[in-house]
């Protein structure tokens, strides 16, 4: 994504400067190249606004991926974890049960 979004940055710099400079180097009056540099700017503006919000949904669209990945990789994590607390609980429960076990054969005797 940063080589994608410098391209579009770079894309977009490239173009306005080039509109600007073209501009300016033709022979035009005064005003008719102040009003092509406003529009030109104009829109270079929306070309900018336009990647910055493509830029914006590529970065949305990442997190929430890598958030749902990482959901998923937590999820499977705590399952697994309750498994094998679940083993180490059964484990615990049986050697319980057989230390009482040898503990009544003590107290018997």
Same mark, same amino acid.
């Given at each position: 994504?940063?080589?994608? &979004?410098?391209?579009? =940055?770079?894309?977009?710099?490239?173009?306005?400067?080039?509109?600007? =400079?073209?501009?300016?180097?033709?022979? %035009?009056?005064? &005003?008719?190249?102040?009003?092509?540099?406003?529009?030109?700017?104009?829109?270079?503006? !929306?070309?900018?606004?336009?990647?910055?919000?493509?830029?914006? !949904?590529?970065?949305?669209?990442?997190?929430?991926?890598?958030?749902?990945?990482? %959901?998923?990789?937590?999820?499977?994590?705590?399952? %697994?974890?309750?498994?094998?607390?679940?083993?180490?609980?059964? &484990?615990?429960?049986?050697?319980?049960? !057989?230390?009482?076990?040898?503990?009544?054969?003590?107290?018997? &005797?």
């Amino acid at each position: 994504m940063g080589k994608e &979004s410098n391209a579009i =940055l770079g894309l977009l710099a490239g173009t306005a400067i080039g509109a600007t =400079l073209g501009i300016l180097f033709a022979p %035009d009056k005064g &005003s008719n190249t102040r009003q092509k540099l406003a529009d030109e700017a104009a829109t270079a503006r !929306d070309r900018m606004t336009e990647g910055a919000h493509h830029l914006r !949904d590529q970065v949305k669209e990442t997190v929430t991926h890598k958030k749902e990945s990482l %959901d998923h990789q937590l999820n499977s994590i705590v399952n %697994d974890v309750s498994h094998k607390t679940e083993d180490v609980i059964t &484990s615990l429960e049986n050697k319980l049960s !057989d230390l009482k076990a040898k503990n009544k054969k003590y107290q018997k &005797s």
